[in-house]
């Protein structure tokens, strides 16, 4: 359950963010993300007073009216959705990050329709770390080319990877995916050492995630509390 107001629900995240460092002995310092789909903009706002700068979005629409009814407050969006191609020049100009590139097609759009104007954009490589085909992300041997079309690509700037692993109930096993995601983050680092960002872990395995060397946490229910089932 979140705490009553968003304060306190921030201040109970950073406390699990930050023992799960110190446990960790990791010295990367890991961001939030608070992952707002699905809540209302007041909600976002709300968080955003007390101190939250990151918001994450899965939906290209839903985002774009929330973005516009908050703009005034300066903050920074990532998006964290499957993007459809046709969406991919929407989202060009509307967010400040795409966690979710995962083929070439995406790359090629999000390069030609980025507005000169808001500077580079931010991605991450999204990668299918347990394989499901049931769910979007590139495999971990396609990592490479994506990784270097996105260096080529003028407009774009590679910040690092992002993976939402299969829900296994067995903590052993979520944390075996999120050890697989680092040693590829470290593959690429060795690629490119520019990169600072491996997006992974949720309201429910965010420890698990930091044990493993996360640098950025996704947080929905934990800080807004549950959703209503779309
Ligand atoms: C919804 C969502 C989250 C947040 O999940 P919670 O369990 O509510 O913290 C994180 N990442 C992605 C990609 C999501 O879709």
Not at 35 to 54: E, F, I, N, P, S
Not at 69 to 81: M, R, T
């Amino acid at each position: 359950m979140p705490e009553s107001s968003p304060a306190a629900a921030l201040a109970a995240i950073a406390h699990r963010i930050e023992r799960a460092r110190d446990a960790s002995a990791r010295v990367a310092p890991v961001r939030l993300l608070a992952v707002g789909k699905t809540q209302a903009a007041d909600a976002l706002a709300a968080v955003a007073g007390a101190g939250q700068r990151a918001f994450g979005e899965n939906y290209v629409q839903e985002a774009a009216g929330k973005i516009e009814a908050l703009d005034a407050l300066g903050l920074e969006w990532h998006l964290i959705g499957h993007l459809q191609s046709n969406k991919a020049k929407q989202a060009a100009a509307l967010f400040d990050w795409v966690q979710t590139v995962d083929r070439r097609k995406l790359v090629d759009v999000l390069d030609a329709h980025r507005p000169d104007a808001r500077g580079p954009l931010n991605v991450l490589v999204q990668v299918n770390i347990d394989d499901e085909t049931s769910k979007h992300g590139c495999a971990p041997s396609e990592v490479a080319g994506l990784v270097e079309a996105i260096r080529a690509a003028p407009r774009l700037r590679l910040r690092g990877l992002m993976a939402i692993p299969a829900p296994h109930a067995e903590p052993a096993r979520r944390r075996d995916a999120f050890a697989r995601m680092r040693r590829l983050f470290d593959t690429v680092a060795g690629v490119d050492p520019g990169i600072d960002t491996l997006s992974m872990g949720m309201s429910d395995d965010l420890e698990l995630a930091i044990a493993e060397g996360a640098t950025m946490v996704r947080v929905g229910s934990a800080l807004f509390g549950a959703r209503a089932r779309r």
